[in-house]
Protein backbone atom coordinates (compact mmCIF):
# COMPACT_ATOMS: atom_id res chain seq x y z
CA UNK A 1 0.00 0.00 0.00
CA UNK A 2 1.30 3.28 -1.02
CA UNK A 3 1.96 5.89 1.56
CA UNK A 4 0.67 9.97 0.57
CA UNK A 5 1.95 12.91 1.73
CA UNK A 6 0.31 16.25 0.64
CA UNK A 7 -1.78 19.19 0.66
CA UNK A 8 -5.79 19.79 -0.06
CA UNK A 9 -5.11 21.01 -3.77
CA UNK A 10 -3.09 18.08 -4.38
CA UNK A 11 -5.55 15.44 -3.09
CA UNK A 12 -8.45 17.20 -5.32
CA UNK A 13 -6.35 16.36 -8.15
CA UNK A 14 -5.81 13.24 -6.94
CA UNK A 15 -9.65 12.44 -6.63
CA UNK A 16 -9.82 13.45 -10.06
CA UNK A 17 -7.03 11.66 -11.66
CA UNK A 18 -6.85 8.56 -9.48
CA UNK A 19 -9.65 7.42 -7.64
CA UNK A 20 -8.05 4.00 -6.25
CA UNK A 21 -5.36 5.92 -4.52
CA UNK A 22 -7.50 7.84 -3.10
CA UNK A 23 -9.48 4.19 -1.54
CA UNK A 24 -5.77 3.35 -0.23
CA UNK A 25 -5.25 6.45 1.23
CA UNK A 26 -8.86 6.43 3.07
CA UNK A 27 -7.89 2.81 4.25
CA UNK A 28 -4.22 3.57 5.36
CA UNK A 29 -5.65 6.58 7.23
CA UNK A 30 -8.71 4.53 8.66
CA UNK A 31 -5.75 2.09 10.08
CA UNK A 32 -3.58 4.92 11.45
CA UNK A 33 -6.37 6.27 13.27
CA UNK A 34 -7.50 3.01 14.58
CA UNK A 35 -3.73 1.93 16.08
CA UNK A 36 -3.45 5.33 17.50
CA UNK A 37 -7.20 5.13 19.30
CA UNK A 38 -5.56 1.42 20.56
CA UNK A 39 -2.42 2.83 21.79
CA UNK A 40 -4.55 5.74 24.12
CA UNK A 41 -6.89 3.34 25.74
CA UNK A 42 -4.28 1.17 26.44
CA UNK A 43 -3.91 1.42 30.60
CA UNK A 44 -2.72 -0.92 33.39
CA UNK A 45 -5.84 -2.48 33.72
CA UNK A 46 -6.35 -3.88 30.41
CA UNK A 47 -2.43 -4.62 29.45
CA UNK A 48 1.10 -4.95 30.63
CA UNK A 49 1.61 -1.28 31.25
CA UNK A 50 2.60 -0.20 35.18
CA UNK A 51 0.35 1.67 36.86
CA UNK A 52 2.35 4.57 37.27
CA UNK A 53 1.97 4.62 33.25
CA UNK A 54 -1.33 5.88 33.63
CA UNK A 55 -0.61 9.68 34.83
CA UNK A 56 -3.65 11.93 35.36
CA UNK A 57 -5.57 9.17 32.67
CA UNK A 58 -6.11 6.58 35.49
CA UNK A 59 -9.19 4.58 34.85
CA UNK A 60 -12.54 6.14 36.82
CA UNK A 61 -13.60 2.28 37.48
CA UNK A 62 -11.02 -0.21 38.26
CA UNK A 63 -12.32 -3.39 37.04
CA UNK A 64 -11.48 -6.80 38.53
CA UNK A 65 -11.72 -10.52 36.63
CA UNK A 66 -12.62 -12.00 40.62
CA UNK A 67 -16.33 -13.19 41.00
CA UNK A 68 -17.78 -11.94 43.95
CA UNK A 69 -17.28 -14.09 46.90
CA UNK A 70 -20.61 -13.35 48.41
CA UNK A 71 -19.82 -12.05 51.89
CA UNK A 72 -20.30 -8.70 53.81
CA UNK A 73 -17.63 -6.22 53.94
CA UNK A 74 -15.42 -6.09 56.80
CA UNK A 75 -14.39 -8.64 59.39
CA UNK A 76 -15.64 -12.12 58.87
CA UNK A 77 -16.68 -14.11 61.94
CA UNK A 78 -14.20 -15.76 63.92
CA UNK A 79 -11.37 -13.89 62.08
CA UNK A 80 -8.28 -12.90 64.47
CA UNK A 81 -8.24 -9.55 66.04
CA UNK A 82 -5.55 -7.78 66.23
CA UNK A 83 -6.89 -5.03 68.81
CA UNK A 84 -4.50 -3.62 72.00
CA UNK A 85 -5.43 -5.79 75.03
CA UNK A 86 -4.82 -5.94 78.62
CA UNK A 87 -1.25 -6.82 79.03
CA UNK A 88 -1.40 -9.07 82.53
CA UNK A 89 2.28 -8.59 83.35
CA UNK A 90 2.94 -4.54 83.02
CA UNK A 91 6.58 -3.31 82.97
CA UNK A 92 5.50 -0.31 85.52
CA UNK A 93 2.64 0.28 87.81
CA UNK A 94 1.96 3.47 88.68
CA UNK A 95 -0.95 4.44 91.72
CA UNK A 96 -2.61 7.40 91.84
CA UNK A 97 -4.17 7.91 95.26
CA UNK A 98 -7.56 9.20 96.38
CA UNK A 99 -7.13 12.27 99.04
CA UNK A 100 -10.77 13.32 99.78
CA UNK A 101 -13.85 12.54 99.18
CA UNK A 102 -15.48 14.36 96.22
CA UNK A 103 -19.32 14.12 97.48
CA UNK A 104 -18.50 15.46 101.34
CA UNK A 105 -14.96 16.51 100.96
CA UNK A 106 -13.70 14.27 103.98
CA UNK A 107 -10.20 13.05 103.98
CA UNK A 108 -9.84 9.66 102.87
CA UNK A 109 -6.35 8.76 103.88
CA UNK A 110 -7.08 6.01 106.46
CA UNK A 111 -9.74 4.02 104.31
CA UNK A 112 -8.49 0.91 102.97
CA UNK A 113 -8.42 0.31 98.60
CA UNK A 114 -11.12 -2.42 98.62
CA UNK A 115 -10.67 -2.00 94.66
CA UNK A 116 -8.25 -0.35 91.49
CA UNK A 117 -9.54 0.85 88.15
CA UNK A 118 -7.44 -0.28 85.24
CA UNK A 119 -5.85 1.09 82.19
CA UNK A 120 -2.90 0.86 80.44
CA UNK A 121 -0.68 2.58 78.26
CA UNK A 122 1.52 0.89 75.59
CA UNK A 123 4.78 3.11 74.81
CA UNK A 124 8.33 2.50 74.07
CA UNK A 125 11.16 4.09 76.53
CA UNK A 126 12.89 6.73 75.38
CA UNK A 127 15.45 5.75 73.29
CA UNK A 128 19.16 6.83 73.38
CA UNK A 129 22.75 5.91 72.26
CA UNK A 130 24.28 3.93 74.77
CA UNK A 131 28.04 3.30 74.97
CA UNK A 132 30.20 0.87 75.89
CA UNK A 133 33.66 0.70 76.93
CA UNK A 134 35.89 -2.55 77.30
CA UNK A 135 38.55 -2.61 79.24
CA UNK A 136 40.87 -5.13 78.56
CA UNK A 137 43.49 -5.62 82.01
CA UNK A 138 47.35 -5.72 81.26
CA UNK A 139 49.25 -7.87 83.84
CA UNK A 140 52.88 -8.59 83.65
CA UNK A 141 54.19 -12.05 84.96
CA UNK A 142 57.45 -12.87 87.31
CA UNK A 143 59.16 -13.67 84.54
CA UNK A 144 58.97 -10.26 83.05
CA UNK A 145 55.73 -11.09 80.09
CA UNK A 146 53.26 -8.74 79.77
CA UNK A 147 49.87 -10.47 78.54
CA UNK A 148 46.80 -8.87 77.80
CA UNK A 149 43.32 -9.73 78.00
CA UNK A 150 41.33 -10.60 74.74
CA UNK A 151 38.58 -8.70 73.18
CA UNK A 152 34.75 -9.82 72.08
CA UNK A 153 35.02 -11.38 68.75
CA UNK A 154 32.73 -8.41 67.53
CA UNK A 155 35.03 -5.96 69.73
CA UNK A 156 37.96 -4.61 67.03
CA UNK A 157 38.09 -1.31 66.38
CA UNK A 158 39.19 1.08 69.22
CA UNK A 159 36.09 3.11 68.28
CA UNK A 160 32.75 1.48 66.40
CA UNK A 161 29.50 0.87 65.92
CA UNK A 162 27.76 -1.87 67.41
CA UNK A 163 25.07 -5.01 65.71
CA UNK A 164 22.29 -2.84 66.85
CA UNK A 165 22.95 0.28 64.84
CA UNK A 166 23.99 -1.77 62.16
CA UNK A 167 20.98 -4.20 61.93
CA UNK A 168 18.67 -0.94 62.17
CA UNK A 169 20.46 0.34 59.55
CA UNK A 170 20.29 -2.73 57.19
CA UNK A 171 16.41 -2.72 57.92
CA UNK A 172 16.08 0.70 57.19
CA UNK A 173 17.76 0.68 53.84
CA UNK A 174 16.79 -2.62 53.06
CA UNK A 175 13.09 -2.77 53.85
CA UNK A 176 11.80 0.92 54.16
CA UNK A 177 14.37 2.10 51.28
CA UNK A 178 15.63 4.91 53.30
CA UNK A 179 18.38 6.79 51.67
CA UNK A 180 21.48 7.61 53.25
CA UNK A 181 21.36 11.00 53.82
CA UNK A 182 17.72 10.69 55.15
CA UNK A 183 19.21 7.10 57.01
CA UNK A 184 21.62 9.74 58.59
CA UNK A 185 19.01 12.65 59.46
CA UNK A 186 17.36 9.64 61.33
CA UNK A 187 19.84 8.66 63.51
CA UNK A 188 20.30 12.37 64.36
CA UNK A 189 17.07 13.35 65.63
CA UNK A 190 16.47 9.94 67.51
CA UNK A 191 20.10 9.91 69.17
CA UNK A 192 21.42 13.15 68.91
CA UNK A 193 24.35 11.29 67.45
CA UNK A 194 25.05 11.68 63.19
CA UNK A 195 26.37 8.74 61.46
CA UNK A 196 27.64 9.84 58.01
CA UNK A 197 26.80 8.36 55.15
CA UNK A 198 29.95 6.98 54.50
CA UNK A 199 29.94 4.86 57.02
CA UNK A 200 26.31 3.59 56.80
CA UNK A 201 27.43 2.76 53.03
CA UNK A 202 30.37 0.29 54.78
CA UNK A 203 27.99 -0.98 56.81
CA UNK A 204 25.90 -2.30 53.76
CA UNK A 205 28.62 -3.28 52.06
CA UNK A 206 30.38 -5.10 54.56
CA UNK A 207 26.89 -7.04 55.09
CA UNK A 208 26.80 -7.69 51.34
CA UNK A 209 30.26 -9.54 51.47
CA UNK A 210 29.29 -11.79 54.31
CA UNK A 211 26.15 -12.90 52.74
CA UNK A 212 28.75 -14.18 49.63
CA UNK A 213 27.86 -17.85 51.17
CA UNK A 214 24.26 -17.13 51.36
CA UNK A 215 23.51 -16.12 47.89
CA UNK A 216 26.00 -19.58 46.76
CA UNK A 217 23.44 -21.96 48.49
CA UNK A 218 20.91 -20.28 47.70
CA UNK A 219 21.74 -20.49 43.93
CA UNK A 220 22.29 -24.35 44.79
CA UNK A 221 18.86 -24.95 46.56
CA UNK A 222 16.90 -22.74 43.91
CA UNK A 223 17.72 -25.09 41.00
CA UNK A 224 15.83 -28.02 43.04
CA UNK A 225 12.22 -26.37 42.98
CA UNK A 226 9.71 -27.66 40.82
CA UNK A 227 8.36 -24.29 39.76
CA UNK A 228 10.24 -21.30 39.62
CA UNK A 229 9.31 -17.97 39.11
CA UNK A 230 11.09 -15.02 36.77
CA UNK A 231 10.44 -11.13 36.22
CA UNK A 232 12.35 -7.77 35.86
CA UNK A 233 11.55 -4.40 35.63
CA UNK A 234 14.03 -1.20 34.74
CA UNK A 235 16.29 0.12 36.82
CA UNK A 236 18.22 3.68 37.19
CA UNK A 237 22.01 3.70 37.99
CA UNK A 238 23.38 6.47 37.73
CA UNK A 239 21.39 7.90 34.82
CA UNK A 240 21.71 4.88 32.89
CA UNK A 241 18.68 1.82 32.20
CA UNK A 242 20.11 -1.33 33.97
CA UNK A 243 16.96 -4.33 34.89
CA UNK A 244 16.53 -5.87 37.93
CA UNK A 245 15.70 -9.32 37.78
CA UNK A 246 14.19 -11.53 40.34
CA UNK A 247 14.10 -15.37 40.21
CA UNK A 248 11.85 -16.64 43.08
CA UNK A 249 9.98 -19.46 44.39
CA UNK A 250 7.87 -19.49 47.83
CA UNK A 251 10.40 -19.52 50.20
CA UNK A 252 13.39 -18.13 48.45
CA UNK A 253 13.89 -15.05 46.39
CA UNK A 254 16.96 -14.29 44.61
CA UNK A 255 17.64 -10.77 42.93
CA UNK A 256 20.35 -9.49 40.77
CA UNK A 257 20.92 -6.70 38.59
CA UNK A 258 22.60 -6.17 34.87
CA UNK A 259 22.80 -3.72 32.05
CA UNK A 260 20.63 -5.99 29.68
CA UNK A 261 16.90 -7.17 29.98
CA UNK A 262 16.98 -10.60 27.65
CA UNK A 263 19.34 -13.84 27.07
CA UNK A 264 22.73 -11.78 27.75
CA UNK A 265 21.38 -11.46 31.45
CA UNK A 266 20.11 -14.94 31.42
CA UNK A 267 23.21 -16.61 30.64
CA UNK A 268 25.73 -13.70 32.89
CA UNK A 269 23.08 -15.06 35.99
CA UNK A 270 23.43 -18.34 35.00
CA UNK A 271 20.66 -19.91 37.29
CA UNK A 272 18.01 -20.59 35.07
CA UNK A 273 20.72 -22.10 32.34
CA UNK A 274 20.92 -24.69 34.54
CA UNK A 275 17.00 -25.45 35.42
CA UNK A 276 14.77 -28.09 34.43
CA UNK A 277 11.72 -27.59 35.86
CA UNK A 278 8.18 -25.65 35.48
CA UNK A 279 9.23 -21.72 34.83
CA UNK A 280 6.50 -19.00 35.03
CA UNK A 281 6.76 -15.94 33.11
CA UNK A 282 5.38 -12.67 31.33
CA UNK A 283 6.19 -14.16 27.34
CA UNK A 284 9.36 -12.48 27.22
CA UNK A 285 10.85 -14.01 24.58
CA UNK A 286 14.22 -14.60 25.76
CA UNK A 287 12.98 -17.41 28.82
CA UNK A 288 11.38 -19.30 25.55
CA UNK A 289 14.94 -20.03 24.82
CA UNK A 290 15.81 -22.39 27.64
CA UNK A 291 15.24 -26.02 27.84
CA UNK A 292 13.14 -25.71 30.98
CA UNK A 293 9.44 -26.34 31.08
CA UNK A 294 7.57 -23.31 30.56
CA UNK A 295 4.37 -21.63 32.19
CA UNK A 296 2.79 -18.47 31.02
CA UNK A 297 1.24 -15.97 33.37
CA UNK A 298 -2.55 -15.81 32.99
CA UNK A 299 -2.85 -12.63 34.60
CA UNK A 300 -1.05 -10.64 31.38
CA UNK A 301 -3.08 -12.73 29.37
CA UNK A 302 -6.58 -11.73 30.62
CA UNK A 303 -5.45 -7.88 30.47
CA UNK A 304 -4.50 -8.45 26.76
CA UNK A 305 -8.21 -10.19 26.48
CA UNK A 306 -10.09 -7.68 28.51
CA UNK A 307 -8.51 -4.83 25.72
CA UNK A 308 -9.16 -7.06 23.02
CA UNK A 309 -13.28 -7.62 23.87
CA UNK A 310 -13.61 -3.74 25.31
CA UNK A 311 -11.59 -1.89 22.98
CA UNK A 312 -11.09 -4.22 19.79
CA UNK A 313 -14.48 -5.17 20.20
CA UNK A 314 -13.75 -8.94 19.64
CA UNK A 315 -16.36 -10.90 20.99
CA UNK A 316 -13.98 -14.09 21.44
CA UNK A 317 -12.15 -12.54 23.44
CA UNK A 318 -14.39 -12.62 26.44
CA UNK A 319 -15.70 -16.05 25.77
CA UNK A 320 -11.78 -16.73 26.26
CA UNK A 321 -11.69 -15.16 29.52
CA UNK A 322 -14.84 -17.09 31.00
CA UNK A 323 -12.52 -20.57 29.45
CA UNK A 324 -9.53 -19.00 31.76
CA UNK A 325 -11.56 -18.29 34.75
CA UNK A 326 -13.42 -21.51 34.58
CA UNK A 327 -10.32 -23.92 34.10
CA UNK A 328 -8.69 -21.81 37.52
CA UNK A 329 -11.42 -22.56 39.42
CA UNK A 330 -11.71 -26.49 38.41
CA UNK A 331 -8.04 -26.71 39.18
CA UNK A 332 -8.39 -24.92 42.36
CA UNK A 333 -11.74 -26.86 44.14
CA UNK A 334 -11.16 -30.36 42.31
CA UNK A 335 -8.56 -33.24 42.91
CA UNK A 336 -8.64 -34.57 38.91
CA UNK A 337 -10.18 -31.75 37.20
CA UNK A 338 -9.27 -32.79 33.70
CA UNK A 339 -12.10 -35.64 34.62
CA UNK A 340 -14.81 -33.11 34.59
CA UNK A 341 -17.06 -32.90 32.13
CA UNK A 342 -16.90 -29.04 32.37
CA UNK A 343 -13.03 -29.53 31.68
CA UNK A 344 -12.96 -31.03 28.30
CA UNK A 345 -15.78 -29.01 26.99
CA UNK A 346 -13.95 -25.76 27.94
CA UNK A 347 -11.12 -27.02 26.31
CA UNK A 348 -12.88 -28.10 23.54
CA UNK A 349 -14.36 -24.53 23.17
CA UNK A 350 -10.84 -23.03 23.62
CA UNK A 351 -9.39 -24.69 20.80
CA UNK A 352 -12.78 -23.92 18.29
CA UNK A 353 -13.00 -20.42 19.68
CA UNK A 354 -9.33 -19.33 18.58
CA UNK A 355 -9.69 -21.29 15.24
CA UNK A 356 -12.62 -19.15 14.32
CA UNK A 357 -11.13 -16.07 15.44
CA UNK A 358 -7.84 -16.96 13.18
CA UNK A 359 -10.22 -16.72 10.23
CA UNK A 360 -11.73 -13.84 11.33
CA UNK A 361 -8.66 -12.15 11.44
CA UNK A 362 -6.82 -12.70 8.39
CA UNK A 363 -2.60 -11.96 8.58
CA UNK A 364 -1.76 -9.28 7.13
CA UNK A 365 -0.85 -9.31 3.72
CA UNK A 366 3.11 -8.41 2.58
CA UNK A 367 4.12 -5.18 1.83
CA UNK A 368 6.73 -5.87 -0.34
CA UNK A 369 9.54 -4.74 2.25
CA UNK A 370 12.08 -7.18 3.67
CA UNK A 371 11.85 -8.80 6.63
CA UNK A 372 8.14 -9.94 8.67
CA UNK A 373 5.54 -8.14 8.23
CA UNK A 374 3.72 -6.57 11.03
CA UNK A 375 0.70 -7.93 11.96
CA UNK A 376 -2.15 -6.49 14.24
CA UNK A 377 -2.33 -7.14 18.15
CA UNK A 378 -5.22 -8.97 17.69
CA UNK A 379 -3.58 -11.45 15.12
CA UNK A 380 -0.25 -11.77 17.66
CA UNK A 381 -2.38 -12.72 20.82
CA UNK A 382 -4.23 -15.02 19.01
CA UNK A 383 -1.08 -16.60 16.95
CA UNK A 384 0.39 -17.04 20.80
CA UNK A 385 -3.04 -18.23 22.18
CA UNK A 386 -2.52 -20.97 19.49
CA UNK A 387 1.15 -22.15 19.09
CA UNK A 388 1.78 -21.80 23.11
CA UNK A 389 -1.40 -23.31 24.25
CA UNK A 390 0.15 -25.82 26.56
CA UNK A 391 2.57 -23.30 28.17
CA UNK A 392 -0.99 -21.31 29.02
CA UNK A 393 -3.18 -23.78 30.01
CA UNK A 394 -0.14 -25.76 32.09
CA UNK A 395 -1.67 -24.74 35.06
CA UNK A 396 -5.26 -26.69 34.25
CA UNK A 397 -3.75 -30.10 34.56
CA UNK A 398 -1.34 -29.80 37.59
CA UNK A 399 -2.35 -28.23 40.01
CA UNK A 400 1.20 -27.45 41.71
CA UNK A 401 1.51 -24.75 38.95
CA UNK A 402 -0.19 -21.30 39.44
CA UNK A 403 -2.17 -19.50 37.20
CA UNK A 404 -0.11 -16.11 37.14
CA UNK A 405 3.03 -14.89 37.79
CA UNK A 406 2.18 -12.96 40.91
CA UNK A 407 5.01 -14.44 42.91
CA UNK A 408 7.81 -13.03 41.35
CA UNK A 409 5.79 -9.49 40.41
CA UNK A 410 5.34 -9.39 44.19
CA UNK A 411 8.69 -9.16 44.88
CA UNK A 412 10.27 -7.25 42.29
CA UNK A 413 7.49 -4.81 43.07
CA UNK A 414 9.92 -3.67 46.15
CA UNK A 415 12.17 -1.91 43.19
CA UNK A 416 9.68 0.37 42.15
CA UNK A 417 9.04 1.42 45.55
CA UNK A 418 13.14 1.50 45.84
CA UNK A 419 13.16 3.84 42.83
CA UNK A 420 9.88 6.43 43.88
CA UNK A 421 12.08 6.54 47.15
CA UNK A 422 15.47 7.55 45.91
CA UNK A 423 14.94 7.21 42.29
CA UNK A 424 18.09 5.52 41.15
CA UNK A 425 21.44 4.18 42.27
CA UNK A 426 24.44 5.69 42.07
CA UNK A 427 26.56 3.22 41.27
CA UNK A 428 26.47 -0.92 39.66
CA UNK A 429 28.03 -1.79 43.13
CA UNK A 430 25.57 0.26 44.95
CA UNK A 431 22.61 -2.11 43.27
CA UNK A 432 24.78 -5.52 43.60
CA UNK A 433 24.68 -4.52 47.32
CA UNK A 434 21.03 -3.83 47.30
CA UNK A 435 19.85 -6.87 45.11
CA UNK A 436 22.21 -9.19 47.74
CA UNK A 437 20.95 -7.73 50.48
CA UNK A 438 17.17 -7.63 49.65
CA UNK A 439 17.59 -11.31 48.77
CA UNK A 440 18.48 -11.97 51.89
CA UNK A 441 15.58 -10.10 53.24
CA UNK A 442 12.59 -11.56 51.31
CA UNK A 443 13.87 -14.77 52.06
CA UNK A 444 13.96 -14.92 55.79
CA UNK A 445 10.66 -13.39 55.94
CA UNK A 446 9.31 -15.83 53.52
CA UNK A 447 10.88 -18.29 56.27
CA UNK A 448 9.16 -16.65 59.10
CA UNK A 449 11.86 -14.27 60.74
CA UNK A 450 11.34 -10.66 61.25
CA UNK A 451 13.84 -8.80 59.15
CA UNK A 452 15.24 -7.00 62.17
CA UNK A 453 16.02 -10.14 63.98
CA UNK A 454 17.63 -11.32 60.68
CA UNK A 455 19.81 -8.21 60.09
CA UNK A 456 20.80 -8.01 63.76
CA UNK A 457 22.11 -12.01 63.77
CA UNK A 458 23.90 -11.14 60.28
CA UNK A 459 25.65 -7.57 61.88
CA UNK A 460 26.64 -10.21 64.35
CA UNK A 461 28.85 -12.64 62.21
CA UNK A 462 26.45 -15.65 61.41
CA UNK A 463 23.51 -14.99 59.04
CA UNK A 464 20.49 -17.17 59.85
CA UNK A 465 21.02 -20.57 58.61
CA UNK A 466 17.90 -20.72 56.11
CA UNK A 467 18.14 -23.66 54.85
CA UNK A 468 18.95 -27.41 55.18
Not at 317 to 340: D, F, N, V
Not at 397 to 420: G, H, L, T, Y
Request: proline share 3%; hydrophobic share 35%.
Amino acid sequence: MRKFSMDRDKLLILIQTDPEAVVDLIIQLYERVQALEAQLAKNSQNSSKPPSSDGIRKPLKTTSLREKSGKKQGGQPRHSANNLKINPNPDLIEYYKVVHCEHCGKSLDNQNTHEYCKRQVFDIPQICMQVTEHLAEIKTCSCGHTTTAAFPDLVKQIVQYGPNITALALTLHTTQFVPYQRMSDFFYELFSHRISTGTLVRMTERSYLQLEDFETEAKKLILTSQVLHADETGASVNGKLHWAHVISNKTISLFFAHARRGWDAIQDIGILCAYNGVLIHDFMKSYLRLSCVHGLCNAHILRELRFQKDEMKQLWAGKIIGILLLLKSLSETLRYPCRSKDFQKAMRSYDRLIKIALIENPPVCSSGKRGRTAQSSTRNLLIRLSEHRNDILRFAFDRKIPFDNNQAERDIRMFKVKAKISCCFRSKKGIDVFCRLRSYAATIRKRGTGMYEGFLTLATGSPLAIFG
